[in-house]
């Protein structure tokens, strides 16, 4: 049975790791303009891509065919390695990429940009990464529990070596998934395309509390719902989004970290993959349907305040959580900028 991978991070590829100005010169068209799509954001970094070209910047052309770089606080840029993936779960960058080594074992490359530093470890034979963690990745290992299914123990590795063992979050060999977030760990059990052998749970686990999973949706006394789909993906520090359901009955839901009530978005122009904020989840109108304005970006707190953009921003790409605010791109795609929620005025932080 294949089992999900389910990762905040995608698979990226870029050019020589470089600090300094994001420059976009290269040949193109005689009306090709750099165009800035962003891809993932964090309390202390934004990853960003940057292409020139003439036609609007699509997400898939930013993930797959775009520079990417990372952008701190302080305005400072790095440049994202070819091959490499940028994960931005702990407080720094870290940069990643798999190759395999003579052994057949699989290596693991990594940069830690912000430090300087970088080396090569080997995972063991028998385990596969599964997922980021801070500074590090998370390795899984199957064992027998004794069980029809296939069980896996989960460990967190870090750059200076060390490991952490995670325990067995699914004993009976349920099908799952895992994905790193900056506060622990979450645990989707949920088989492809409605496996029933799914449970359809999902468990979080603190990095600080190794081993100890804590279960955040359904909530306390709610049955599961058997062979339901998942998806999770942009988390805060109190928050997870996830996708719940299948065609037109597939909504977005709201779950807090420490296991109280969730809440389902009923927003009807809200696309499923809204930047996650502490308090509350914002997006951007993609079409004139239902009422919506494209361009414009919205955001629904959790207790329910809406506001809305007077101004028109691209209606190709969601907003970010970033440095506390949102990051949005220009109708134009010409700038990045932050906002402090949809009402208030922009602030460059990309672009010329």
């Given amino acids: 049975m294949a089992r999900l991978r389910l990762v905040l991070l995608a698979s990226t590829a870029a050019l020589a790791l470089l600090v300094g100005a994001c420059s976009g010169a290269g040949a193109g068209p005689a009306n090709a303009v750099d165009r800035y799509f962003a891809l993932q954001g964090s309390g202390s970094h934004l990853l960003f891509a940057t292409k020139r070209t003439a036609k609007p910047l699509t997400e898939d052309e930013a993930w797959r065919r775009s520079r990417k770089y990372v952008l701190d606080a302080k305005g400072g840029r790095t440049a994202v390695p070819a091959g490499y993936d940028a994960s931005l779960v702990g407080d720094e960058p870290l ?47 199957p064992v027998d529990t004794g069980t029809a299914g296939q069980a896996y123990r989960l460990r967190r590795v870090t750059t200076d070596g060390s490991t952490t063992d995670l325990g067995i979050p699914i004993p009976d060999g349920r099908p799952f998934s895992v994905a790193g977030t900056p506060r622990g760990l ?13 449970d359809g749970t999902i468990q979080f686990m603190r990095w600080s509390a190794p081993g100890s999973y804590r279960r955040i949706y359904p909530g306390a006394g709610v049955a599961p ?79 329910g305040r809406l506001s809305v953009s007077t101004r028109r921003y691209s209606t190709l790409q969601e907003p970010v959580s970033a440095f506390g605010r949102l990051v949005v791109a220009t109708s134009t795609q010409r700038h990045l900028v932050t906002i402090s929620d949809p009402e208030s005025a922009p602030n460059r932080i990309v672009g010329n």
């Fill in 186 to 198: 979450l645990v989707v059990s949920a088989g492809s395309d409605g496996d029933p052998a799914s």
């Fill in 95 to 141: 940069f990643r990429k798999e190759t395999k080594a003579v052994d057949g074992l699989t290596a693991v490359h990594w940069i830690r940009p912000e430090r300087g530093t970088s080396g090569v470890q080997t995972v063991p034979r028998t385990s596969t990464i599964a997922g980021a963690a801070p500074n590090g990745w998370v390795i899984e290992t």
């Fill in 225 to 303: 719902q058997v062979g339901q789909v998942f998806g999770c993906g942009n988390s805060s520090s109190t928050l997870v989004r996830c996708t719940i359901g299948m065609d037109e009955d597939t909504r977005i839901r709201l779950i807090p970290l420490d296991g109280t009530r969730s809440l389902r978005s009923e927003e009807a122009c809200a696309y499923l993959y809204p930047a996650v904020r502490t308090f509350a989840i914002a997006w951007t109108d993609r079409t004139s349907a239902h009422g919506c304005v494209p361009g414009r970006v919205e955001q629904r707190t959790t207790e």
